[in-house]
C-alpha cells in the first residue's frame, strides 16, 4: 500500500497490469473518439433549417380589417371620387398650382368606437371604409384648408365636411402644413434673395453657395414655428453645408422668409443673420458687409478625417479583436410563436390589430388578453421638441406631427429588427399625386429580452436549495421608426407573458445644430465643425383608451401616504409609516397628474361591478417610467396653447369621437391659437364616473446634447417607457400557465434534482435560415 500526493491510499498493480491498463485505456479512447465522430456525422446530418411556425399572412386577400389603414386603391377610390365632384372644382394635384384647390392627403376616417364595438361583440353590420381627405382650397375666394369624409369604399357614392365639435372651424389656411407646391415656391425666393450674395457666401464659407453652387451647396433647414403670433407665417432658415451628415455642418448665417401673404410674388426675405449679426434686409447686409461696418467671417471646410464627425461611416480604433466577430443573434428553433393574418396579431394570449396613420403614427386597437379586451385604441397622437437659444433657429418648437409624415421608412433586417422578425409595407398618400408603398416600414418578432420574467430561489436553510423556479421574458415586440429630418424616434409595444403591455420611445439620429457663438453658451457646449447642439426637450404623447371589464370604468389614484401611528404594543413611542388611500376622481379637472415625487400614486382604471375572487376590483393601472415636467408658462405668452398635452404627465377625459387626437397636423403652424386646443378636453370638466375614458400619457425627457452625441445620439440611455399593468385584474399571474417555466427540485427521498421543463424541448436540433440584408430605402408607387 502507497500513499499518493494527497496522503490517501491507493492500490499499486503489477507492471505488467500497469502496461495492459495503458493499452485498454487507449484502445478505448480511440473508440470513444470514433463514436464521437459517427455521432457527430449523424447529429450534423440530421440538422435541418427551422421551421417556419405558425403563419403570417401579412396581405389578405378578402376586405381590410375595420381598423387597417386605406389599401392603395381605397385612396384611389376616394380621390377620384372627390376630383368628380364637380361643384367641390378640385384640381389634380400633379397638374394644379398653389393658387388650384388640390388634395393634400388620404388616410383612413376611423369608425364610431360604438358601431366597432357592436360589430366586434354583438354581431352588428360591419362598420363602413370611409377615408378623411384634406384638401387644399388655395383656389377659393378666401383661400382655406378643407377636410372631407369620403365613403363607403371601396365604391364612395358620397361625401360630408368633417368638422367635429370643439375643433377651430373653418381652418385657416395659414395653419395649413408646407407642401411640396408651397416649398417650390419657398425654395425659389431664398435662391432670388440669396443671388445677390453669392460672392460674400463663397467668401465666408469656403466656397459654399446657395445659388448655383455645384458641389459646393447650402442647404436651407427650417425652424418653426413659422412666427410669433396667431396668424403669421414667417420662417427663419439656418444654412448648412450639403455634406455627409449635413445637419452637423451649419454656418453662420440665417435668414427669415415672410410668406404670409396669399400672393407668393410678394414673398421676400426680411432679417438676415450673418456671424450673430441682425440685419433687417439683403440690401442692408449687403451694404454693411462691403462698407466693412459687419464683423466678417471665415469658416473653412472640414477635409479628410477631419470631416468624418458626421458620419456614420466606420471610424477611430475598434475596441473589439482585430478580427471582426460577429455579436449574438436571435433564433427560433421552433418557428414563429404567434400567428399574422393581415393586421391581426396574436401571441401567447395577446390579440390586438394596429395601423400606421400617415399624419400621427402607430395605433394599436382591440387589445385583449385571453380573449378579454383591455383596451380599444393605444395610439401616438404627438411627438414634440422644443429647444431653447436666443438665435432665430434655437427658438424652434417642432410639433411633428404638422410636418410632412411618410417618416416611417423601410427597416434595415437584422439591424432596425432581427433577422427572424415579420415585416410589413405600408401605403401612404400625402403631398403627393399617388399612394406609395414603404416597404417594410414595420415589424414584429419574438424576443427574448435576456431577463427573468420572474424567478424564485428557496433555500431550505439546511444544505442549500430547496427549489428553484423561473421563466425567461421572452415577449413579442410591434416596432416602427419614424425619421423626421434629423431625429429617427424608435416605438415599440411590448406584450409581456404576464398581462403587462409595454410602451417605449426611444430617440436616435442626428441632433439639430447651429452655428457656435459666445452669446449661446448659457444653453449648450461647444462642439463639432464649430457648431452647437442646444438644450431641448422632447415630449411624446399617446391615447390610451383602456376597456377594463367594459366601456363604464372608473380612475383612481391610490395614493401612498405617511401615517403617524401608536403602536400597542409600544404606545410610548412614535412609529411613522406608509399605507394606501384610494381617492376616486369624479370630474375631467380632477385627474390631471403633475408628477410630485412627495405623492406617490398608481393610476388606476376599473370596472365597479367587476371583481376579482378575493373582491379587489379588476383594474389595469398606468405606470410611468419616462417623464420630465414642461418648464414653459401657461401664460398665453408662450406656444403652449398648441401642445397644452404636455403640461401632463397624465390626464383622463370623458371619451368623445369628435376628440380622436390630442392635437392636428395643423397646430404646428399657429401655436398660438390651434385648431386643436387640448385643454378644452379638460376645461369641460365633464363627469368621469361609470364612463368611457381614456388617458393621454405624456413621455418626456430633458436633452443637453454632449460631445458622445456625434455623429448621432444613441438609444442607450434615451430610452422612454411607460407600462399598462393589471392591478388586481387577475386572480395569479397569467404566466404561470407558460410551458416555457422551468421548475428545479427533488422527488420525494430522493437526494437528486430533477428538471421540470413542462414539454418543453430543451435543445434545439435546427439551424437557423440566413436571410442577407437587403436594402432599398426608397419608396415605389402602389
Not at 384634406?134 to 364612395?156: A, F, K
Not at 395649413?176 to 453669392?198: G, Y
Amino acid at each position: 500500500m502507497e500513499m499518493d500526493d494527497d496522503g490517501k491510499a491507493y492500490k499499486v498493480g503489477s507492471p505488467g497490469g500497469s502496461v495492459l491498463w495503458k493499452v485498454a485505456t487507449g484502445v478505448l479512447l480511440a473508440v470513444c473518439i470514433a463514436l464521437a465522430v459517427a455521432l457527430a456525422v449523424v447529429v450534423l446530418g440530421d440538422v435541418k433549417p427551422c421551421g417556419a411556425g405558425m403563419t403570417a399572412v401579412t396581405v389578405l386577400d378578402g376586405p381590410p380589417g375595420v381598423f387597417d389603414d386605406l389599401t392603395a386603391a381605397e385612396i384611389k377610390a376616394a380621390r377620384d371620387y372627390l376630383l368628380g365632384v364637380t361643384p367641390l372644382d378640385i384640381t389634380p394635384v400633379q397638374v394644379a398650382t398653389f393658387y388650384d384647390n388640390y388634395i393634400y392627403l388620404v388616410e383612413l376616417h376611423l369608425p364610431p368606437k360604438a358601431e366597432a364595438l357592436a360589430y366586434l361583440d354583438n354581431n352588428g353590420p360591419r362598420p363602413e371604409r370611409q377615408a378623411l381627405v384634406t384638401v387644399y382650397g388655395g383656389g377659393r375666394t378666401q383661400p382655406v384648408v378643407e377636410q372631407y369624409v369620403v365613403g363607403p369604399l371601396p365604391n364612395p357614392t358620397r361625401h360630408t365636411t368633417y368638422a367635429p365639435p370643439g375643433r377651430k372651424n373653418p381652418i385657416p389656411w395659414h395653419s395649413r402644413s408646407p407642401d411640396s407646391m408651397e416649398r417650390s415656391l419657398t425654395d425659389a425666393a431664398l435662391k432670388q434673395a440669396t443671388r445677390d450674395i453669392n460672392n460674400i457666401l463663397a467668401e465666408s464659407f469656403d466656397g459654399f453657395k446657395h445659388d448655383d453652387c455645384g458641389k459646393l451647396c447650402l442647404i436651407p433647414l427650417e425652424s418653426v414655428p413659422r412666427g410669433y403670433e396667431s396668424g403669421e407665417r414667417m420662417t427663419w432658415y439656418r444654412f448648412h453645408r450639403a455634406m455627409e451628415g449635413f445637419f452637423l455642418h451649419p454656418i453662420p448665417f440665417a435668414v427669415e422668409l415672410n410668406h404670409s401673404d396669399i400672393d407668393h410674388t410678394r414673398w421676400k426675405v426680411g432679417q438676415v443673420e450673418y456671424n450673430d449679426q441682425y440685419f433687417a434686409s439683403i440690401a442692408d447686409f449687403v451694404q454693411s458687409y462691403n462698407d466693412g461696418s459687419a464683423q466678417k467671417v471665415r469658416v473653412p471646410t472640414p477635409t479628410g478625417n477631419a470631416a468624418m464627425y458626421s458620419s456614420l461611416r466606420q471610424h477611430g480604433t475598434p475596441a473589439h479583436p482585430s478580427e471582426p466577430l460577429r455579436g449574438p443573434e436571435l433564433i427560433e428553433p421552433d418557428g414563429r410563436r404567434y400567428k399574422v393574418t393581415g393586421r391581426h396579431v396574436e401571441y401567447m394570449g395577446w390579440s390586438f390589430d394596429w395601423r400606421l396613420a400617415t399624419s400621427s403614427g402607430p395605433h394599436l386597437f382591440d387589445v385583449r388578453m385571453n380573449g378579454e379586451r383591455i383596451l380599444y385604441e393605444l395610439a401616438l397622437k404627438e411627438i414634440a421638441t422644443w429647444y431653447s437659444g436666443t438665435d432665430p433657429v434655437t427658438t424652434a418648437k417642432f410639433v411633428d406631427c404638422g410636418l410632412p409624415a411618410g417618416g416611417y421608412f423601410e427597416l434595415a433586417r437584422g439591424i432596425d429588427c432581427p433577422t427572424t422578425a415579420t415585416f410589413f409595407d405600408t401605403v401612404h398618400m400625402m403631398d403627393r399625386a399617388d399612394p406609395v408603398i414603404y416597404k417594410n416600414s414595420v415589424c414584429v418578432f419574438e424576443l427574448n429580452t435576456g431577463i427573468p420574467l420572474r424567478r424564485h430561489y428557496e433555500s431550505n436553510f439546511y444544505d442549500g436549495q430547496s427549489f428553484y423556479g423561473g421563466l425567461v421574458d421572452n415577449a413579442l415586440v410591434l416596432r416602427t421608426i419614424q425619421t423626421i429630418g434629423n431625429y429617427d424616434l424608435l416605438y415599440d409595444f411590448i406584450f409581456h407573458q404576464n398581462g403587462v403591455l409595454e410602451v417605449k420611445a426611444s430617440l436616435n439620429g442626428y441632433v439639430w445644430t447651429s452655428y457656435y457663438q459666445a452669446s449661446q453658451a448659457p444653453y449648450g457646449y461647444p462642439t463639432w465643425g464649430g457648431s452647437i447642439a442646444n438644450v431641448h426637450q422632447h415630449f411624446f404623447n399617446f391615447k390610451v383608451d383602456l376597456d377594463v371589464g367594459g366601456t363604464e370604468n372608473r380612475f383612481e389614484t391610490v395614493d401612498i401616504i405617511l401615517d403617524n401611528v401608536t403602536l400597542p404594543f409600544r404606545p410610548n413611542v412614535r412609529h411613522f409609516l406608509t399605507r394606501f388611500e384610494r381617492n376616486q376622481k369624479t370630474r375631467e379637472t380632477e385627474d390631471t397628474v403633475q408628477y410630485d415625487f412627495t405623492k406617490p400614486k398608481y393610476y388606476n382604471f376599473y370596472s365597479d361591478n367587476n371583481k376579482n375572487r378575493f373582491n379587489a376590483h379588476r383594474g389595469y393601472r398606468i405606470q410611468l417610467n419616462g417623464i420630465a415636467k414642461n418648464l414653459l408658462p401657461k401664460d398665453g405668452a408662450t406656444a403652449v396653447n398648441g401642445a397644452a398635452w404636455m403640461d401632463y404627465q397624465v390626464a383622463v377625459t370623458r371619451r368623445k369621437d369628435s376628440e380622436p387626437s390630442s392635437s392636428s397636423i395643423f397646430n404646428q403652424n399657429d401655436l398660438y391659437d390651434p385648431v386643436v386646443n387640448f385643454q378644452s378636453f379638460i376645461d369641460d370638466d365633464e363627469n368621469i364616473v361609470d364612463e368611457d375614458l381614456v388617458a393621454w400619457v405624456t413621455l418626456a425627457a430633458h436633452h443637453l446634447p454632449h460631445s458622445e452625441d456625434y455623429p448621432v445620439t444613441a438609444t442607450a440611455g434615451n430610452q422612454l417607457q411607460f407600462f399598462i399593468r393589471p392591478f388586481h385584474f387577475y386572480d395569479e399571474d397569467p404566466s404561470m400557465a407558460s410551458s416555457n417555466a422551468v421548475w428545479i427540485g427533488r422527488s420525494p427521498g430522493s437526494p437528486e434534482n430533477y428538471v421540470e421543463r413542462y414539454g418543453t424541448p430543451e435543445v434545439s436540433t435546427c439551424e437557423p435560415k440566413h436571410t442577407p440584408m437587403n436594402y432599398d430605402g426608397r419608396w415605389h408607387n402602389a
